[in-house]
């Protein structure tokens, strides 16, 4: 069983005026109803056959019970075919045995007759049966008589029900369908019993994820769960709804914070913008090249800032557009080193670039792969102090003994490493997600908007690759990618 809670905090009270209340005995009656009638069809059906079989079976026995008793009957009918050949003085035979008071039988109101082989009854019966075909389920429960290994005849049993069956055959007949009138309502009340507790085992858990579904789509922050007590198909609904409420709740979280880092990333330049503006509209600062440029680096950075949202929002959804094509990745990567060479510089940092003179050419979108090796060299050299190494590395999975896994193909790995400060284990699991930084004041004096770690991601995985990072505190960090065979060039 599950139990729907409130979802929500603050919101919880408007979910709860919005959503109507499930409509009460909707499923459970009809459940009800169903195992009902279920039930009932089965007992009616049970019954009737029940009352049939009986019936017939009651009469084959008395049939069966008749024939039995004429045993002797039949020898003697017998030993005439075989000293005759045929049955013309038969009925003197018959008439013998009902003036000795045993024609009827067990029961009473029976008749014997005697049918030839072809199944035509030539004595026992009133005159005007006799010469027509006997009955064929008669003949089949008849006493076959037999001469010299040959069916010569038959003799059958048949019975006048009305005045056959005396009273203690009647009183059988009425204990039967007692019982099975009794059993039927015993059936009955058991599976009302039984269908109501399962339609309701049934009906409410489901009434109560309907209940909470109203209240998330009511606009209610899914922050609790239903409780889940069953393995059955209802226990995994309510696991799978514990799944999306969760998921509903980290995507809402997600949705807030990425605002107020956004509304964060925006203000610093436009801060800056409206300063130098109002300025120059005080005259506090001449309208010249050296304070407009000011202004136009800031308006350069909201335009990275927007078009890196706007990457990042495409390649989530999954409608960036890749222009692939023939690419050298050594090439590529020591082109990308290359450009960090005045950086390396400035800051007396090592730069060093190696890539596997044997990595052959693939079909890979240069730009976008550019975009990864530049966000993830900045972020290197953001992070190493002076004095300090940064590290990209190309090879084959096949060719870095470090890179191999078994069940995967061949493959392109980049590593770019440095001997910054390292990531902080609790921190590793956040480092690509969107505006994460490891300054916690968010301050801009180290650089970087946040999204460099979380486009990279996406990029590579519009490749169908993976990234990935390593991290030691106070030894330094190793970001990389790789890339499957199946981009290599045809």
Same mark, same amino acid.
């Given at each position: 069983m599950v139990r729907g809670e409130a979802l929500g905090e603050g919101g919880g009270a408007r979910g709860s005026a919005a959503a109507a209340p499930p409509p009460r005995g909707g499923l459970w009656l009809k459940l009800t109803v169903a195992f009902l009638s279920v039930a009932l069809l089965a007992v009616v059906l049970v019954a009737v056959l029940a009352n049939r079989v009986t019936t017939a079976e009651f009469r084959h026995y008395m049939v069966r019970g008749q024939l039995t008793d004429a045993q002797e009957l039949a020898r003697r009918l017998e030993s005439y075919y075989a000293a005759n050949g045929d049955w013309d003085g038969a009925a003197a035979i018959l008439g013998e045995r009902r003036g000795e008071g045993r024609g009827a039988g067990r029961g009473g109101g029976g008749q014997l007759y005697l049918a030839d082989a072809n199944g035509r009854i030539v004595a026992g019966a009133a005159s005007g049966g006799l010469g027509q075909q006997a009955d064929e389920e008669a003949l089949a429960d008849g006493l076959a008589l037999e001469v010299g290994g040959e069916r010569v005849g038959t003799i059958v049993a048949s019975y006048d029900w009305e005045s056959a069956f005396g009273y203690i055959e009647e009183e059988y007949l009425a204990r039967v369908n007692r019982a099975l009138l009794w059993g039927a309502l015993g059936a009955v009340g058991a599976a009302l019993l039984l269908g109501t507790f399962l339609a309701w085992r049934i009906a409410t858990p489901i009434r109560q994820l309907t209940s909470a579904?109203?209240?998330?789509?009511?606009?209610?922050?899914?922050?609790?769960?239903?409780?889940?007590?069953?393995?059955?198909?209802?226990?995994?609904?309510?696991?799978?709804?514990?799944?999306?409420?969760?998921?509903?709740?980290?995507?809402?979280?997600?949705?807030?914070?990425?605002?107020?880092?956004?509304?964060?990333?925006?203000?610093t330049p436009l801060s800056v913008i409206q300063g130098q503006v109002e300025a120059i509209q005080d005259g506090v600062f001449p309208a010249d090249p050296q304070h407009l440029a000011h202004i136009h680096d800031e308006v350069l950075l909201l335009n990275r800032l927007v078009e890196d949202l706007r990457t990042l929002a495409l390649a989530e959804a999954g409608h960036l557009?890749?222009?692939?094509?023939?690419? /050298?990745?050594?090439?590529?990567?020591? =082109?990308? *080193? &290359?450009?960090?060479?005045?950086?390396?510089?400035?800051?007396? %940092? #090592?730069?060093?670039?190696?890539?596997?003179?044997?990595?052959?050419?693939?079909?890979?979108?240069?730009?976008?792969?550019?975009?990864?090796?530049?966000?993830?060299?900045?972020?290197?050299?953001?992070?190493?102090?002076?004095?300090?190494?940064?590290?990209?590395?190309?090879?084959?999975?096949?060719?870095?003994?470090?890179?191999?896994?078994?069940?995967?193909?061949?493959?392109?790995?980049?590593?770019?490493?440095?001997?910054?400060?390292?990531?902080?284990?609790?921190?590793?699991?956040?480092?690509?997600?969107?505006?994460?930084?490891? /300054?916690?004041?968010?301050?801009?004096? =180290?650089? *970087? &908007?946040?999204?460099?770690?979380?486009?990279?991601?996406?990029? %590579? #995985?519009?490749?169908?690759?993976?990234?990935?990072?390593?991290?030691?505190?106070?030894?330094?960090?190793?970001?990389?990618?790789?890339?499957?065979?199946?981009?290599?060039?045809?």
């Open positions: 579904a109203e209240q998330i789509a009511a606009g209610s922050s899914p922050t609790s769960r239903v409780a889940i007590r069953t393995r059955d198909e209802i226990g995994q609904l309510a696991a799978s709804f514990d799944r999306m409420a969760g998921s509903l709740a980290q995507a809402d979280e997600r949705r807030r914070r990425m605002t107020a880092d956004i509304a964060h990333e925006l203000r557009q890749l222009q692939k094509g023939p690419v /050298d990745p050594a090439a590529l990567v020591a =082109r990308v *080193g &290359a450009s960090f060479s005045p950086l390396a510089g400035e800051k007396t %940092v #090592e730069l060093e670039v190696d890539a596997a003179p044997d990595i052959p050419r693939m079909m890979l979108d240069a730009h976008r792969i550019e975009q990864v090796l530049t966000n993830l060299l900045a972020n290197a050299f953001r992070h190493t102090p002076e004095g300090g190494r940064v590290v990209v590395r190309a090879s084959l999975r096949s060719d870095d003994p470090g890179q191999r896994s078994e069940g995967r193909s061949e493959g392109l790995v980049v590593q770019v490493c440095d001997t910054g400060s390292g990531i902080p284990a609790s921190d590793l699991p956040y480092v690509f997600d969107r505006f994460w930084r490891g /300054d916690k004041s968010r301050s801009r004096d =180290r650089g *970087g &908007a946040g999204l460099g770690l979380a486009i990279a991601r996406q990029l %590579v #995985e519009a490749h169908d690759g993976r990234i990935w990072v390593e991290s030691a505190p106070g030894e330094g960090t190793c970001f990389a990618f790789e890339l499957p065979i199946v981009s290599r060039e045809a």
